[in-house]
C-alpha cells in the first residue's frame, strides 16, 4: 500500500468557491505530478449519494460516503481534494476522526466567503428559491451551517485570486 497523502476537505456555504478552489487545486498538483482526486458535493450527489435527500441524517451520511471514499482514496496515495457543504460539524469531526485512527492527514479548509456573497453569485438559483419559500432545507438561509471551531485553514473567495487561495492550501498541507 501506499504512503497515506492528505485528505484536503473544502467545507462552507453553496456559492463560497470551494469547487473552484478545490478544482484548481487538484489542476496544479496533477501538473506538479502530484496524484490527487477532486470528489464533489455535486457530483457525488448524482452519483454515490443518488438515494439521499437533505434531511439532517441524510446530509449527515453524504458526508460520511464523502470521508469513506477520501480515506481510500489517500491511502492509495492520491491526494483527496472534498469540495462539499458538510454543514453538521459532528459529521466532519467523524470524517477526521476516521482519518486520523487510519493515520491519514486531514486538512479542513473553511471557505469563509460571506452569505451575502454567496447569495450574489447563486449560480444554481439555489438562495433564491430558499427566499421565495421554495427550498426549505438551503443551508444558510433555513437550515443551519455549522462553523468550524478549528479548521487548519481559513480562507475567502471574496477579495482572493484563486491561485493565491491554492498556494495557501498547499502551504498548510505541506504540498
Known amino acids: 500500500m501506499a504512503s497515506p497523502t492528505p485528505t484536503i476537505w473544502f467545507t462552507g456555504l453553496s456559492g463560497a468557491g470551494k469547487t473552484t478552489t478545490a478544482a484548481a487545486l487538484v ?43 477520501a480515506l481510500m482514496v489517500a491511502q492509495q496515495g492520491f ?15 467523524a470524517v477526521r476522526t476516521l482519518h486520523e485512527a487510519a493515520g491519514v492527514p486531514f486538512v479542513e479548509v473553511y471557505v469563509a466567503t460571506p452569505l451575502e456573497v454567496c447569495e450574489s453569485r447563486d449560480p444554481k438559483k439555489l ?13 444558510g438561509v433555513n437550515d443551519p451551517y455549522d462553523v468550524p471551531s478549528q479548521p487548519e485553514l481559513v480562507i475567502s473567495t471574496d477579495g482572493s485570486s484563486v491561485p493565491d487561495l491554492v498556494r495557501l492550501v498547499r502551504s498548510i498541507s505541506n504540498l
Open 79 to 93: 491526494v483527496a481534494v472534498v469540495s462539499m457543504i458538510s454543514p453538521q460539524h459532528d459529521a466532519r469531526q
Open 127 to 139: 438562495y433564491q428559491l430558499a427566499r421565495q419559500g421554495s427550498s426549505h432545507n438551503m443551508t
Open 27 to 69: 489542476a496544479e498538483l496533477l501538473g506538479d505530478q502530484i496524484p490527487a482526486i477532486h470528489l464533489d458535493g455535486d457530483d457525488l450527489r448524482r452519483g454515490l449519494s443518488a438515494d439521499l435527500g437533505f434531511s439532517f441524517q441524510d446530509r449527515a451520511e453524504a458526508v460520511r460516503r464523502a470521508g469513506a471514499v
